[in-house]
């Protein structure tokens, strides 16, 4: 078992008072929710004292993670890598080939975010005469908001279309039919995105990847980044999105909620159930949060020393990777990694259309692991 490791820990209150303190949620907290994403965190905080990190991009959430991306992740004179832009750009020529048999492409932005990382990769799609139309789709409108203006911007001759869809709790077959994506047709496919790692950070990966598959025709291709290897080798120091997106995540859970800075600790761990490395909000009071809802009063008890996890990352090993693509109906075509091989470009078609297997035995697809 991997050992735990703290950080920006406070020390514990030294109160003994056993009385709870009554919270209720901010104002902005209702704003930016909708009834059944509040009944949905009610939920998550009573059986699995959890706040989904997929609701942090919502309201404010959206900007701040904007901010966190511009300036820790866009490539600079300083920094010339990007884990994304760079599995797409050394992988291009074979997701070219996987759609040579087609004329053009619908690209399915999922979880676009700010849409930079496939800024490249659209341009390159756009001089091959390759792209009918670009749809994002995420979670936070906010979030869209923001995609949209980069887009339109970068690319004012391209289809853009938006949706605010959960993947992880629907499928995408209503933006396939109105955008008449959904019809099997000679010259167009779909394309699937769903990048910055966010596979891993699913609660329910593998009904995602269902809902995916379910979403896919046998043209379409689903292509995802993870991380590789396993998270029980962490050492303890957070970087990157475990550090500075977490921070934030921790900042606007705590303004929204309104739990007191002195009565909670940020602790960052590994999380041997879930083979993930989780960030949660340790309490050192007694809290009750009074949530109002639909005319629904419902409080959540939280004592003190319990944790509430807000963010969480799972990396794959290479045979449960496989083991879920299976049990979601899909099938390898083909897996990038970065030099170290500490993340994956996984490119997936539906299941029925090829076996991976015989691929690699013909040499069709090229083997696991490839140097990029």
Same mark, same amino acid.
């Given at each position: 078992?991997?050992?735990?490791? =703290?950080?920006?820990?406070?020390?514990?209150?030294?109160?003994?008072?056993?009385?709870?303190?009554?919270?209720?949620?901010?104002?902005?907290?209702?704003?930016?929710?909708?009834?059944?994403?509040?009944?949905?965190?009610?939920?998550?905080?009573?059986?699995?004292?959890?706040?989904?990190?997929?609701?942090?991009?919502?309201?404010?959430?959206?900007?701040?993670?904007?901010?966190?991306?511009?300036?820790?992740? !866009?490539?600079?004179?300083?920094?010339?890598?990007?884990?994304?832009?760079?599995?797409?750009?050394?992988?291009?020529?074979?997701?070219?080939?996987? %759609?040579?048999? @087609?004329?053009?492409?619908?690209?399915?932005?999922?979880?676009?975010?700010?849409?930079?990382?496939?800024?490249?990769?659209?341009?390159?799609?756009?001089?091959?005469?390759?792209?009918?139309?670009?749809?994002?789709?995420?979670?936070?409108?906010?979030?869209?908001?923001?995609?949209?203006?980069?887009? %339109?911007?970068?690319?004012?001759?391209?289809?853009?279309?938006?949706?605010?869809?959960? @993947?992880?709790?629907?499928?995408?077959?209503?933006?396939?039919?109105?955008?008449?994506?959904?019809?099997? %047709?000679?010259?167009?496919?779909?394309?699937?995105?769903?990048?910055?790692?966010?596979?891993?950070? =699913?609660?329910?990966?593998?009904?995602?990847?269902?809902?995916?598959?379910?979403?896919?025709?046998?043209?379409?291709?689903? !292509?995802?980044?993870?991380?590789?290897?396993?998270?029980?080798?962490?050492?303890?120091?957070?970087?990157?999105?475990?550090?500075?997106?977490?921070?934030?995540?921790?900042?606007? !859970?705590?303004?929204?909620?309104?739990?007191?800075?002195?009565?909670?600790?940020?602790?960052?761990?590994?999380?041997?159930?879930?083979?993930?490395?989780?960030?949660?909000?340790?309490?050192?009071?007694?809290?009750?949060?009074?949530?109002?809802?639909?005319?629904?009063?419902?409080? @959540?008890?939280?004592?003190?020393?319990?944790? !509430? %996890?807000?963010?969480?990352?799972?990396?794959?090993?290479?045979?449960?990777?496989?083991?879920?693509?299976?049990?979601?109906?899909?099938?390898?075509?083909?897996?990038?990694?970065?030099?170290?091989?500490? =993340?994956?470009?996984?490119?997936?078609?539906?299941?029925? $259309? $090829?076996?991976?297997?015989?691929?690699?035995?013909?040499?069709?697809?090229?083997?696991?692991?490839? =140097?990029?």
């Amino acid at each position: 078992m991997a050992t735990n490791f =703290h950080a920006n820990s406070q020390p514990s209150s030294s109160s003994n008072i056993s009385f709870p303190r009554n919270v209720h949620p901010s104002d902005e907290f209702y704003s930016i929710f909708s009834g059944e994403e509040v009944l949905e965190i009610i939920h998550a905080l009573e059986v699995k004292r959890e706040i989904p990190l997929k609701y942090s991009y919502k309201g404010k959430g959206a900007t701040s993670w904007n901010n966190f991306y511009l300036k820790h992740l !866009i490539p600079r004179w300083y920094r010339s890598s990007n884990l994304e832009i760079d599995l797409l750009r050394n992988n291009f020529s074979f997701i070219n080939s996987l %759609t040579q048999e @087609v004329e053009q492409l619908n690209i399915i932005d999922v979880g676009s975010g700010n849409s930079y990382p496939v800024k490249e990769f659209i341009s390159k799609l756009l001089k091959l005469g390759k792209i009918n139309k670009y749809i994002a789709v995420d979670i936070s409108e906010e979030m869209l908001a923001i995609s949209r203006d980069n887009f %339109t911007k970068w690319f004012p001759q391209i289809k853009f279309s938006s949706y605010s869809i959960d @993947v992880e709790n629907n499928s995408l077959n209503k933006i396939l039919v109105e955008n008449d994506a959904n019809l099997e %047709t000679a010259n167009t496919a779909n394309v699937f995105l769903h990048l910055g790692v966010t596979i891993s950070n =699913h609660k329910n990966r593998s009904q995602a990847l269902k809902n995916f598959r379910d979403s896919m025709g046998k043209n379409d291709l689903l !292509i995802f980044t993870s991380e590789s290897g396993s998270n029980a080798k962490w050492d303890g120091i957070a970087r990157g999105g475990f550090k500075y997106h977490v921070d934030r995540v921790y900042a606007g !859970i705590k303004e929204k909620i309104g739990i007191r800075a002195e009565d909670c600790e940020l602790v960052r761990k590994y999380d041997v159930e879930t083979d993930s490395k989780v960030a949660n909000i340790k309490l050192n009071h007694n809290y009750s949060i009074e949530f109002d809802i639909k005319g629904i009063n419902k409080k @959540v008890e939280i004592s003190e020393g319990e944790e !509430i %996890t807000i963010w969480s990352h799972h990396a794959y090993e290479l045979p449960e990777l496989l083991q879920e693509l299976s049990q979601a109906g899909l099938e390898l075509a083909h897996l990038g990694t970065n030099k170290n091989k500490s =993340h994956l470009l996984v490119i997936c078609q539906v299941a029925s $259309r $090829r076996k991976y297997s015989e691929a690699v035995t013909r040499g069709k697809v090229a083997p696991l692991f490839p =140097h990029n």
